[in-house]
């Protein structure tokens, strides 16, 4: 696994980015890219939503998602001191978010009435169709429209996470003030990701 350290900063605070190849370039349908992102730990195998925020908020950190046309991820914000505890917790987000029914359809529904709210705006309709005309059958120029929101599952999206997040390996990048300890400790722990082929339930 690739890991980048750039070392900065006089605080004793750093950002780990965890990156994969998941953009929205290698859909097959639209949304899968963005709803998996957005739903990367709201809930894991042995932890809900709430469960899941209040471990990264004890100690101070909190992870925040990105989803773009080439890559998607998460990133961890924390102190290097807490790092021990954050780093086992991040892993199991990444490889244990369960997408349970109940936060697919809550959050599906939350998702469609903000794009039936932005289809109001005059400048959120002309980019979403200017790409189109720009880009055409490219997977740049994939405008999004209502329709997309129905055709898309919560079983697509688990398979999504399982074929590129938990069977891919990503690229780590850690910014900011980090121990030597600590580097060991990410180099270890991310280390250990292998990315092989999981097989998991049609549940």
């Given at each position: 696994?690739?890991?980048?350290?750039?070392?900065?900063?006089?605080?004793?605070?750093?950002?780990?980015?965890?990156?994969?190849?998941?953009?929205?370039?290698?859909?097959?349908?639209?949304?899968?890219?963005?709803?998996?992102?957005?739903?990367?730990?709201?809930?894991?195998?042995?932890?809900?939503?709430?469960?899941?925020?209040?471990?990264?908020?004890?100690?101070?950190?909190?992870?925040?998602?990105?989803?773009?046309?080439?890559?998607?991820?998460?990133?961890?914000?924390?102190?290097?001191?807490?790092?021990?505890?954050?780093?086992?917790?991040?892993?199991?987000?990444?490889?244990?978010?369960?997408?349970?029914?109940?936060?697919?359809?809550?959050?599906?529904?939350?998702?469609?009435?903000?794009?039936?709210?932005?289809?109001?705006?005059?400048?959120?309709?002309c980019r979403n169709e200017f790409t189109g005309m720009i880009f055409g059958e490219h997977p740049y120029g994939k405008p999004l429209k209502m329709e997309h929101f129905d055709a898309v599952n919560r079983f697509e999206i688990k398979a999504w996470y399982h074929q590129h997040y938990v069977n891919q390996l990503p690229v780590v990048f850690v910014t900011g003030r980090v121990e030597d300890?600590?580097?060991?400790?990410?180099?270890?722990?991310?280390?250990?990701?292998?990315?092989?082929?999981?097989?998991?339930?049609?549940?």
């Amino acid at each position: 696994i690739e890991i980048y350290y750039i070392e900065g900063g006089k605080q004793d605070v750093c950002r780990i980015d965890v990156l994969y190849k998941a953009g929205n370039i290698f859909e097959t349908k639209n949304l899968l890219s963005s709803i998996t992102n957005d739903l990367l730990g709201e809930g894991t195998k042995n932890k809900t939503s709430l469960e899941v925020n209040e471990g990264f908020d004890f100690y101070g950190a909190y992870i925040q998602h990105e989803s773009s046309r080439d890559y998607s991820g998460i990133s961890l914000f924390a102190s290097d001191k807490h790092l021990a505890n954050l780093i086992p917790l991040l892993l199991e987000v990444m490889l244990e978010s369960n997408y349970s029914q109940h936060e697919f359809d809550v959050y599906l529904k939350n998702r469609i009435a903000r794009f039936e709210d932005n289809l109001k705006k005059v400048e959120f309709v002309c980019r979403n169709e200017f790409t189109g005309m720009i880009f055409g059958e490219h997977p740049y120029g994939k405008p999004l429209k209502m329709e997309h929101f129905d055709a898309v599952n919560r079983f697509e999206i688990k398979a999504w996470y399982h074929q590129h997040y938990v069977n891919q390996l990503p690229v780590v990048f850690v910014t900011g003030r980090v121990e030597d300890d600590s580097k060991k400790r990410i180099t270890d722990m991310f280390g250990c990701l292998t990315g092989k082929t999981t097989i998991f339930p049609k549940t």
